[in-house]
DNA sequence: AATCATTATCGTAATATTGCAATATTTAAT
DNA sequence: ATTAAATATTGCAATATTACGATAATGATT
């Protein structure tokens, strides 16, 4: 087949995994990072950032927006786009939220 | 195409894109929360707990195995799987860290 | 209005992922 | 030694992803 079946696991389980997915991908977590570093959300230059073509960097960003990682608006004849905090911090309080709970298991057999 | 061009991203961006990855599919995340929720590391049962086929999971399991999420022993006949402290920790420090960033950004556009 | 600059979409090729049946492998139990 | 139980591997079909050239769409500039 090739399709993942999500109508098996929870919302929740799904939503962790369309985030984590998105930025299963150097060139989206290097899109995210250059959106960290630059005060400035110009962003048509991300293109020039990335060794990649420009309609190949419009599909990452997509798919970061889809994901909710991203915003993006029309500036003009340009696209600002700039982080979506929300979606960084729901990846954060999870993985701050699964790290403890592996640190606190005291029976680890491995 | 079809190929991610790895080599055009930095190591750092690159192991946090595979970690990510691994994470990218609910089973796999399920997968995760399961040997979190158990005491006993008996690991065999994670094929009862989820919607899948045996060599589907055999093929989850390798896949998290070679992300660095989850650790794998023989013990008999069965095979004790258990989380891997190390990874989860690195996604958490990621994600703590860029996550915070983008709270101190003051310049926001979107 | 014609042109330019910027970004998105379409179409397509190459490759990767997901999932499973069938089969192999390994160890335990008989 | 056979058999059973647990897990891994192989092979394959269906689908998804990645990447880009060509083209469209939109707004700015002349």
Redesign the pocket.
């Known amino acids: 087949?090739?399709?993942?079946?999500?109508d098996?696991f929870t919302d929740k389980q799904n939503a962790i995994a369309t985030l984590a997915?998105a930025l299963?991908?150097?060139?989206?977590i290097a899109i995210i990072e250059y959106l960290l570093k630059v005060d400035t959300c110009?962003?048509?230059?991300?293109?020039n950032e990335l060794?990649?073509?420009?309609?190949?960097?419009?599909?990452?960003?997509?798919?970061l927006?889809n994901a909710g990682l991203i915003k993006?608006e029309?500036?003009?004849?340009?696209?600002?786009?700039c982080i979506d905090e929300k979606g960084l911090k729901k990846l954060q309080a999870y993985f701050t939220n699964i790290s403890t709970k592996a640190e606190n298991k005291k029976t680890n057999c491995c």
């Open positions: 087949m090739g399709a993942t079946k999500t098996h997915k299963g991908h150097p060139a989206r110009i962003c048509g230059d991300i293109v060794p990649l073509a420009q309609p190949t960097v419009s599909q990452h960003l997509k798919e927006k993006g029309i500036e003009g004849n340009s696209v600002c786009y």
